[in-house]
């Protein structure tokens, strides 16, 4: 009973007669397509043209759709083509379908140069929007604080301590482990090169000032950047696409206060003391690689270390983890509320937050650098 | 197309689910016969939507047998449940949509996955769906964020239609509708029944869809089916759940 779909045309006298058999449904659907486009070339042939489908014995939406997109293009000739031999089985369903308008489908725009030029364009004016998004978001957050200064009742300590124990605590292993790994790789270089000029124990000196001013420092935040950063923007995103937001909103709590000041306040915390671990375990890294690899024992690297590194320089280094902690909170915090309603917003969020908390994060150490150099430190 | 005595469409047997030390389902047995209409409900809780979700294979079960157009789940291979997948719809109860694609893009992606069409066809295929559903053609180029609950639930339907399935799960089709747009939900429900020749086994709890749209209701308690039957029946019975549930306040508003 499921045969092959047919379209057969058979003549008597004036009229003609398309007769429909088989099944009319969608697994036949570009065969089905094929046949209704060759018949609808009959248009017009005949003063009288019926098309007869008692002999299907399968109809579905796509068929029923089909006999009505040829029982269209028949009729734009001289006479209205008439269904015949309609079951009351499927005299519903094409009834149905009968009632559809033909609307024409909007074409999306095809790529051209004007249009890639043009999101070019809007990219770089989207620039200034970027950074007054930012803004306004370090005064929504400054604005926050000076509230809960005043009302300190109002500060969100639990949430503040459970963003402290994700952030921080919990980034502990990792973010040892890493600096850790790149302090024996700094001082196996180092000791590598170093050895040529018989300078070995300067490899002490580059590993010391590196670490504490620049490279803890730096790898923590852009860690940071990506595993907490990240996580701030789809929380919050997800957040705004639920309509929780509003719902906080609505309850008369200020989101600022409630969800970006304690992940901010976490974030502020963790980072120089991020930043200090992943310093000591990059001098441990870089110490073991210096004894087992250079054979400079332990003893004789810490007088070296006491020798090549100042309290400025350490201090030099931990002043700049609040401020890329700051940094990196805020893009994530803008990024998290700018989510709209799909999932492909979020994921486009979440994505330029962690790009632009690390451009930022090496914008802000550049800035430091100059600062530091020109009041001497 | 009447409901006949024939083979059930879903088979379900002795079918036990457990969600940690909670047993949801115990042992639970349900048939549902090609044509019908199938309202299914039960208290909040009682595991309604886990059956559901058992049935289409997204819940395992501890034991048990499922059959679905007389195919057992558990011991087909992938291309016979890909048969029988193309062969129902689903509408979710937070309509499901792919919130990155369109209306259109929404209800053409089942179709562009299982058949060899033309973008026209399925394009005017779309426009016919929508138009079933009840919805404006506007309405296919939107996002789903930008759409209403009602319109949500309508386009969700209309995805689970793309198919022309014989079979369809709707999960609560009318919660969070206002009663007008429920009572053309069902209505709508019963249309595309009778002209599609449909089987739909809806979840839910809006007694006004259990009087006009269902031609049998099972009910769920205790992990098990506790009554099924007409509406009749269900009036009838001593269940004391059963007879708060249709002898209560409401069902006596419904039925007056």
Redesign the interface.
């Known amino acids: 009973m499921n045969g092959d779909p047919k379209l057969e045309q058979i003549a008597k006298g004036n009229a003609l007669a398309l007769c429909a058999t088989g099944a009319w ?3 036949f ?2 065969a089905l ?1 094929r046949m209704v486009a060759d018949a609808e070339k009959l248009a017009g042939s005949r003063p009288n043209i019926f098309i007869d489908v008692s002999e299907v014995s399968k109809l ?3 068929g029923a ?2 006999i009505e ?1 040829l029982r269209r293009s028949l009729t734009q000739g001289a006479a209205e083509a008439q269904i015949a031999g309609l079951s009351a ?1 499927y005299s ?2 094409v009834d ?2 009968r ?5 024409p ?2 074409e999306t725009g095809a790529i051209t140069i004007t249009g890639m030029l043009e999101q070019i364009g809007r990219g770089v004016a989207g620039l200034t929007g970027t950074v007054t998004d930012l803004v306004d978001m370090l005064g929504a957050v400054l604005a926050a604080s000076g509230r809960v200064l005043i009302r300190p009742r109002s500060f969100r300590l639990t949430s503040t301590v459970h963003h402290l124990e994700q952030v921080c605590w919990r980034a502990v292993p990792i973010i040892v482990l890493i600096t850790f790994l790149i302090g024996c790789i700094i001082a196996q270089q180092g000791i590598f090169h170093f050895r040529r000029f018989g300078a070995d124990i300067f490899v002490v000196d580059m590993l010391g000032v590196l670490v504490l001013r620049e490279i803890g420092v730096l790898l923590v935040a852009i860690m940071i950047a990506g595993r907490s950063g990240s996580a701030y923007t789809a929380e919050l995103g997800s957040m705004k ?1 639920r309509e929780e937001i509003d719902a906080l909103r609505t309850m008369g709590f200020d989101p600022i206060e409630v969800l970006v000041l304690p992940r901010m306040l976490a974030l502020v915390l963790a980072l120089p003391i991020l930043a200090f671990l992943g310093a000591m375990a990059a001098l441990y890294g870089g110490g073991l690689v210096a004894w087992l690899y250079g054979g400079v024992d332990p003893e004789a690297f810490l007088l070296r270390l006491r020798d090549a590194i100042s309290i400025d320089h350490f201090i030099v280094g931990i002043v700049k983890a609040p401020v890329m902690a700051a940094v990196i909170g805020i893009v994530a915090c803008v990024e998290g509320l700018a989510v ?6 979020l994921g486009q969020h979440t994505t330029s937050s962690v790009v632009k908390g690390i451009f930022f994060v090496i914008v802000m150490d550049g800035v430091f650098a100059i600062f530091f150099a020109s009041i001497g430190m | 197309m009447a409901p006949e005595i024939q083979d059930p469409i879903i088979r379900v047997r002795d079918i036990t689910v457990q969600f940690g030390a909670t047993r949801v389902l115990d042992g639970l047995n349900l048939d549902v016969k090609r044509g019908e209409i199938l309202g299914f409900v039960g208290p909040s809780g009682a595991g309604k939507s886990v059956l559901t979700r058992t049935i289409i294979g997204l819940v395992s079960k501890v034991a048990g047998r499922i059959e679905v157009f007389g195919v057992d789940l558990d011991s087909s291979n992938s291309s016979q449940r890909r048969g029988v997948e193309r062969r129902w719809g689903v509408l979710f109860q937070q309509g499901a949509l792919f919130s990155s694609l369109t209306v259109r893009q929404n209800i053409q992606f089942p179709m562009r996955e299982y058949l060899k069409v033309s973008q026209r066809l399925m394009d005017e295929i779309t426009m016919a769906k929508l138009a079933m559903v009840g919805l404006k053609p506007e309405v296919a180029e939107r996002f789903p964020s930008e759409l209403s609950g009602g319109m949500i639930k309508r386009v969700a339907l209309a995805r689970a239609l793309a198919l022309d399935p014989e079979l369809v799960f709707l999960d609560e089709p009318t919660s969070g509708l206002d009663p007008i747009g429920a009572g053309d939900f069902d209505e709508l429900v019963r249309t595309l029944q009778r002209t599609l020749g449909l089987t739909v086994f809806m979840v839910t709890h809006d007694l006004d869809s259990l009087y006009t749209a269902c031609d049998r209701i099972a009910v769920l308690g205790n992990g098990k089916i506790i009554a099924a039957g007409s509406i009749a029946d269900m009036q009838a019975s001593q269940h004391p759940w059963l007879r708060q549930y249709f002898h209560g306040k409401r069902a006596r508003a419904v039925m007056s």
Do not use: Y
């Open positions: 449904t969608a697994s659907a570009p397509e579905d939406t796509f759709w089909l997109r089985n519903s369903l149905e379908v009632r559809v308008k033909a609307t489908v909007i696409m709209q309603g799909s999932a492909e917003s």
